[in-house]
């Protein structure tokens, strides 16, 4: 998979400090991964849920969500939104117009 934007993903996790590693993690598993589908990337992330058109990341426990947008045909995941749980909750983010 092809990772767009992940400068501004590291640009939104750097005021994180304490989930650099589980980002790093995450963006090393993504580099390899060839899924096809939800089931597929939920055999390595299987809490991972999609809601409207976006792919929900739970990050570091239940702390953080990354979200994005995945095209399976093209093999690219789109970086959305990193969001604390409480910012999540707040449903900002369903105004996307990708949403």
Same mark, same amino acid.
């Given at each position: $998979? ?8 590291r640009?939104?996790? /750097?005021r ?9 993690? &995450?963006? /090393?598993t993504?580099? $390899? /991964?060839e &899924? ?13 849920e /999609? ?6 990341f ?21 970086y ?7 910012e999540y909750?707040k449903g900002? &983010? ?6």
């Amino acid at each position: $998979m092809h990772l767009i934007s992940i400068r501004n993903l590291r640009i939104d996790t /750097a005021r994180h400090p304490d989930i650099k590693k589980q980002i790093d993690d &995450w963006y /090393a598993t993504v580099k $390899m /991964a060839e &899924w096809r589908n939800l089931e597929e990337l939920r055999k390595i992330y299987r809490d991972t849920e /999609a809601v409207g058109n976006f792919t929900i990341f739970n990050i570091k426990g239940n702390d953080y969500r990354l979200i994005v947008g995945i095209n399976y045909e093209d093999q690219v995941i789109y970086y959305k939104y990193f969001l604390t749980h409480a910012e999540y909750d707040k449903g900002k &983010w369903k105004n996307d117009p990708y949403f």
